[in-house]
């Protein structure tokens, strides 16, 4: 490719001559990212397909451009462009060398390289120019595992890690267009803010979905994501050949969220070797379709062998794809806390949130540990009003506090408030918003 064809290219995602659509700032993101961008680290971007990740680079270069950048300074690059299809380094390198001579930059650039895990030997054109300073680099990818474990040997010490989630549901309010000021303006609005949970769960979060009014609209639109994920960033990626029983785990993962997992069960369900459903679960969740959570125990051992939780990354994901007659609201509203509890940890390290159960089968959906503490202990439920479902839930919690020594927890519902000597029960809309 000549080099005025690459800088045509390239000017229909850059700011060099106008501005872009840079949609709904996604506010908490671009704080965050903004203030390590001018460092000599590695930005590094990750997260599921279709969580706007280009969209936030646009927007952290517009606020670049209002901070006084100059539009010159700023280079991004997708390596989903058609025309950048099968990018290798020598191309990716012509790229960047064709934007120098070209564009003139004249301040040390910032270089935004969107879903480099297309490219081969990316890894080396990253280190050398973060090497030699030349360039503030970011880079995004759909492959955690790809990122993050190419990156720890490639740029130890060099990088900085950020998840990017579908939309939170404060974030989900702001883009209807609802977003409570405070609290108390949340509580004056609680009748729409509990209709948009509904919708929040049964639809989920990704941003397109979100912004568009039409239920069949957002079930396709879901439905694309799925296939998206798992033929590109699983079955390409990792040359899968057993097709049918990956497709077939993750249907299974997608149909059982908020459910305990076993490798052994799964592979006998789906007629496949342990070791192949353990290694296609890591595929899934590398590429940020699903996630897994351990049971809690002082035993790492214990931990290792007992069975996993299942959430998906989005819920309207799972409700497209999975096999159902109808919505199961408990276990939505229980993967929804899971998102949001894995969001936490990606903005704490030290945070690590598990499932508990005793011998007898008692279980609490999550207890939440900061560093060697045991922080809260959490159940899901979605009606507290029945009797029976209260006095099955409440035992295991009072069990678990007792067991671990924990002086307070909290159950989380759809939208009973209350306290009950030392356990809180708090709606989910008010849980999520408080965050």
């Known amino acids: 490719m000549e080099k005025g064809r690459i800088i045509e290219v390239l000017s229909k995602w850059n700011f060099w001559k106008n501005d872009l659509d840079v949609g709904i700032p996604r506010q908490e993101y671009l704080r965050k990212i903004l203030n390590f961008i001018k460092t000599d680290k590695v930005i590094s971007v990750v997260g599921a397909r279709r969580t706007g990740k280009s969209t936030l680079i646009k927007q952290i270069i517009k606020s670049l451009i209002q901070e006084g950048v100059n539009r010159n300074g700023t280079l991004m690059i997708n390596f989903e462009e058609p025309e950048f299809e099968n990018t290798d380094l020598k191309l990716l390198d012509k790229i960047y060398q064709a934007y120098r001579e070209i564009i003139q930059p004249v301040q040390k650039p910032f270089l935004f390289l969107d879903e480099i895990q297309n490219v081969s030997g990316w890894e080396r054109f990253v280190r050398s120019l973060n090497e030699r300073k030349e360039s503030f680099i970011t880079i995004s990818g759909s492959s955690s595992k790809l990122l993050s474990s190419e990156l720890s040997t490639v740029l130890t010490g060099r990088q900085l890690y950020f998840d990017i989630f579908p939309l939170s549901f404060k974030e989900f309010l702001a883009f209807k267009g609802i977003g409570p000021e405070d609290e108390k303006d949340l509580l004056l609005n609680s009748l729409p803010v509990k209709k948009a949970l509904r919708e929040y769960l049964e639809f989920g979060g990704f941003p397109e979905v979100v912004l568009n009014q039409n239920p069949e609209f957002k079930i396709r639109v879901n439905r694309s994501y799925y296939e998206d994920i798992i033929n590109k960033d699983i079955i390409q990626r990792f040359r899968i050949k057993k097709i049918e029983q990956m497709r077939a785990l993750a249907r299974f993962y ?182």
Not at 335 to 343: F, H, M
Not at 393 to 420: F, H, P, Q, R, W
Request: charged letters at 30%; aromatic letters at 14%.
């Open 254 to 435: 997608l149909t059982n969220i908020s459910s305990l997992m076993n490798f052994h069960k799964a592979g006998e369900f789906i007629k496949t070797p342990v070791e192949t459903i353990r290694r296609f679960s890591s595929y899934l969740e590398a590429a940020n379709l699903v996630f897994f959570i351990k049971r809690f125990s002082f035993s790492v051992k214990e931990q290792e062998n007992s069975p996993r939780k299942v959430y998906s990354i989005d819920t309207g994901i799972s409700n497209s794809i999975g096999f159902r007659f109808s919505y199961n609201w408990g276990k939505l509203l229980e993967n929804v806390v899971a998102i949001e509890l894995k969001r936490r940890q990606s903005e704490n390290p030290m945070l690590e949130f598990y499932y508990w159960k005793d011998p007898l089968g008692k279980e609490v959906d999550f207890l939440v540990k900061e560093n060697w503490e045991i922080k809260e202990l959490i159940q899901v439920c979605l009606d507290i009003s029945d009797q029976e479902t209260k006095k099955r839930e409440i035992n295991s919690l009072k069990k678990a506090m007792k067991n671990l020594k924990i002086k307070e927890s909290t159950v989380i519902t759809e939208d009973y408030e209350g306290e009950d000597k030392k356990i809180t029960y708090i709606p989910l809309w008010k849980w999520l918003y408080k965050r």
